[in-house]
């Protein structure tokens, strides 16, 4: 069974820094994409960060400049490096892995960690 971990979340006040890592254990073969979604109370959950095996990454529009994403590949582990945080990134925070077992992909999800900024 194929595990992804968060950790790194708290609390910050407005325009600090926070690193979230997402690690993955398990058996498997392979990770391919991976991203960091949140969800804010009352909203849907949003794609923050997505970041391809050969490290290209996407971001929102939101986050742009201030998020980075990242990942050790050696390590099977996902970081989102957020700086000058704001109140409205609030939010749960949830890492995403599509992960290759033998010949099949399953989309795996970690059971999220909070953030939240102080204004």
């Known amino acids: 069974q194929v595990q992804l971990v968060e950790s790194g979340g708290g609390l910050v006040q407005a325009g600090g820094s926070l690193t979230l890592s997402c690690a993955a254990s398990g058996s498997f073969s392979s990770i391919n994409n991976m991203g960091w979604y949140r969800q804010a109370p009352g909203k849907q959950r949003e794609l923050v960060a997505a970041?391809?095996?050969?490290?290209?990454?996407n971001y929102a529009d939101s986050v742009k400049g201030r998020f980075t994403i990242s990942r050790d590949n050696a390590k099977n582990t996902m970081y989102l490096q957020m700086n000058s945080l704001k109140p409205e990134d609030t939010a749960v925070y949830y890492c995403?892995?599509?992960?290759?077992?033998?010949?099949?992909?399953?989309?795996?999800w970690g059971q999220g960690t909070q953030v939240t900024v102080s204004s």
């Open positions: 995403n892995a599509d992960v290759r077992v033998f010949l099949r992909t399953f989309e795996v």
């Open positions: 970041i391809t095996s050969a490290g290209s990454a």
